[in-house]
């Protein structure tokens, strides 16, 4: 069975610094890694995906992630973090169920602050 | 571009009562899945329909029930409500078979039991 950890419930960061948010996931075979971003009371947001090929990721909002299969991480990073990125933050991998798509396994989400 | 549509945005019920969530996918998608997030907690697989059939079942109470209609929108019943069914409820789309595909979320529907 997948599973996905995010070892941080939260993280507060300063406006304009760095941003990584750590993700460690289990799966049996190649995984389909996904960061989504939740906006209070809002739906879940794509930021990135990763399915096969280069390992760093570009997303939206200038977002990125790394995909380390030696450590089974898939990391969230952003070079320079603005008041508007602070939401809740979901890893996932995904899992294709037969032949009818691709079930997602959450981890339990990284909330991040961000002071002015 | 058109979106996961779900309704109704939020809804609140009595303890026992029954509620309806609907879905509507992004448009030739044939797959849809349902998700509950409780308060704090990280999305929760409920079930998914491919092709009006069901395809995978998470932790879906049996007081629950789903279906996939012909024109693909799908509807989550849930009865003998209880106070811990308060939750976001969210619907997700996809294309399939589709290996690695996207799912695409709705904006949720926020039951509030009371």
């Known amino acids: 069975a997948q599973s996905v950890t995010q070892p941080d419930i939260h993280i507060t960061v300063s406006e304009g610094a760095s941003l990584e948010l750590r993700c460690n996931y289990s799966y049996g075979a190649t995984p389909y890694l996904f960061w989504y971003v939740q906006s209070p009371g809002q739906g879940l947001q794509l930021l990135l995906k990763y399915f096969s090929g280069d390992t760093l990721v570009q997303g939206i909002k200038g977002f990125e992630a790394e995909f380390k299969r030696s450590q089974s991480s898939f990391n969230l990073r952003k070079p320079s973090v603005h008041w508007s990125d602070a939401a809740e933050y979901f890893c996932a991998v995904g899992a294709l169920i037969k032949a009818a798509g691709n079930k997602l396994t959450f981890g339990g989400g990284t909330r991040v602050l961000v002071k002015p | 571009a058109a979106g996961v549509i779900q309704s109704p945005r939020h809804l609140i019920k009595e303890k026992r009562e029954t509620a309806t969530l609907k879905c509507y996918p992004i448009p030739r998608h044939d797959t849809v899945y349902w998700y509950q997030q409780g308060p704090g907690q990280d999305p929760q697989f409920l079930i998914s329909f491919y092709e009006k059939m069901q395809s995978d079942k998470g932790s879906i109470p049996d007081r629950f029930s789903a279906q996939q209609f012909s024109d693909y929108h799908s509807e989550l019943n849930m009865s003998s409500l209880e106070l811990g069914d308060s939750a976001l409820y969210f619907c997700?789309?996809?294309?399939?078979?589709?290996?690695?595909?996207?799912?695409?979320f709705g904006e949720g529907s926020r039951l509030t039991v009371l």
């Open positions: 997700a789309s996809s294309l399939a078979p589709q290996v690695a595909g996207e799912l695409f």
